[in-house]
C-alpha cells in the first residue's frame, strides 16, 4: 500500500528538529530509515533544496527553504508528485505560522511540536489519494516535477565517509551544475544587522579620514611614525570586508568574520595613544557586533516560489 509514513521539521543550518509526525510503526526499515533521516539532517546545508533518497522499500523526500527543511518518509510506490505537494503544503503552513526569527533562534529540539497536528492531518489527506484528486492540478505538478526534477541521492552516497562534499558540486539532475557555496542565498536582512552594516561603513569612514589625516600630518613632520598610516588603513579595510561578509556568502565565512573581528581589535590596540577609551570602546563594539550579525546571517534555501 502506498502510503506517507512520517514527516518532521528540521533547522537547515544545524539539523536542529523543530517538528516531527508521531510514528507508529516500528519495523526494521523504518528503525533503518530513522537513521537516515538524522544523516541527512546534519547534511542538508550542502544540498540542493529537494532531493530524494531511496532506501529499498522507502523513499525519503525533502525540500529545503529560507532556512528550513520539510522531510518526509513514504512508501516506495508513493507518487513522487504527491510526495513534494505534501511537503510544499507543509511548508506553506510553517512560514506562515512561524517567523523566521523563532526558527532561528531556536534552542531546544521539537519546540514547535503543536505543529505535529498539522502534519497529521496533512498526511491523512495525502494518504488518502482518492480525496485528492478532485482537489490537485496533477498536470502542474508534473510539469515542475519533469522541468526540475530532485537529486537523488543514493545510500552509498550517504554512507561515505567523506559526506557530501562530492554532491555539492556535482550535477543536479534538471538544474544543471549545483550552484556552489559562494554563490548562495543568505537570509533576509534584519533591523539588527541593518545597523550594524552602517556602523562598520561609519568605523571605516572614521578610520579613512583619520588615516588621510595622519598621511598629512606625516608629510608636515617628519618624525611622525608611518605605522599609525597602516594602521588606519588596515582598520578601513577591516570594517569594509565585514560589510561584504555580510552581504555575500563566501567559503570559511565565520571563520573570516572572526579574524577581521581581530584586525579591528589589533588596529585599536596600535592606536590607544591616538584614541580615548570611549573611540576604542566604540570600534571594537561595533566590529563585535557585525562579526555576531554575520554570524546569525545564514544561507537560505530556494525560497517557495514553485507549484510543487
Not at 3 to 32: C, F, H, K, N, W
Not at 211 to 237: K, M, P, R
Amino acid at each position: 500500500m502506498s502510503m506517507i509514513l512520517s514527516a518532521s521539521v528540521v533547522r537547515v543550518r544545524d539539523g536542529l528538529p523543530l517538528s516531527a509526525s508521531t510514528d507508529y510503526e516500528q519495523s526494521t526499515g523504518m528503525q533503518e530509515c530513522r537513521k537516515y533521516f538524522k544523516m541527512l539532517a546534519k547534511k542538508l546545508s550542502q544540498l540542493p533544496d529537494r532531493c530524494t533518497l531511496k532506501t529499498g522499500q522507502y523513499n525519503i523526500n525533502f525540500i529545503s527553504s529560507l532556512g528550513v527543511s520539510y522531510m518526509m518518509l513514504c512508501t516506495e510506490n508513493y507518487p513522487s508528485v504527491l510526495a513534494f505537494c505534501f511537503l510544499d503544503e507543509l511548508q506553506k503552513e510553517f512560514i506562515t505560522t512561524y517567523n523566521m526569527m523563532k526558527t532561528n533562534t531556536a534552542i531546544r529540539p521539537y519546540c514547535f511540536i503543536e505543529f505535529d497536528n498539522f502534519i497529521q492531518r496533512t498526511k491523512q489527506r495525502y494518504n488518502n489519494t482518492r480525496s485528492l484528486s478532485t482537489k490537485m492540478n496533477l498536470a502542474d505538478m508534473q510539469t515542475e516535477i519533469k522541468l526540475r526534477p530532485p537529486y537523488q541521492i543514493s545510500v552509498s552516497e550517504l554512507g561515505s565517509a567523506n559526506g557530501f562534499a562530492h554532491i555539492s558540486v556535482g550535477e543536479y539532475k534538471g538544474t544543471g551544475k549545483i550552484s556552489a557555496a559562494p554563490h548562495q542565498r543568505l537570509e533576509p536582512v534584519t533591523l539588527s544587522g541593518i545597523v550594524s552594516f552602517v556602523l562598520s561603513l561609519l568605523c571605516g569612514a572614521l578610520n579613512l579620514i583619520r588615516g588621510f589625516h595622519a598621511i598629512e600630518s606625516l608629510l608636515q613632520n617628519e618624525g611622525e611614525d608611518f605605522s599609525y598610516v597602516i594602521a588606519f588603513f588596515l582598520g578601513t579595510a577591516a570594517c569594509l570586508y565585514q560589510c561584504y561578509l555580510f552581504v555575500y556568502y563566501t567559503g570559511w565565512r565565520n571563520a573570516k568574520s572572526f579574524l577581521t573581528f581581530g584586525l579591528i581589535c589589533l588596529c585599536n590596540m596600535y592606536l590607544y595613544e591616538l584614541r580615548n577609551l570611549w573611540q576604542l570602546f566604540f570600534h571594537v563594539t561595533v566590529g563585535a557586533f557585525s562579526t555576531l550579525q554575520i554570524r546569525l546571517r545564514q544561507p537560505q534555501g530556494k525560497s517557495p516560489d514553485y507549484n510543487v
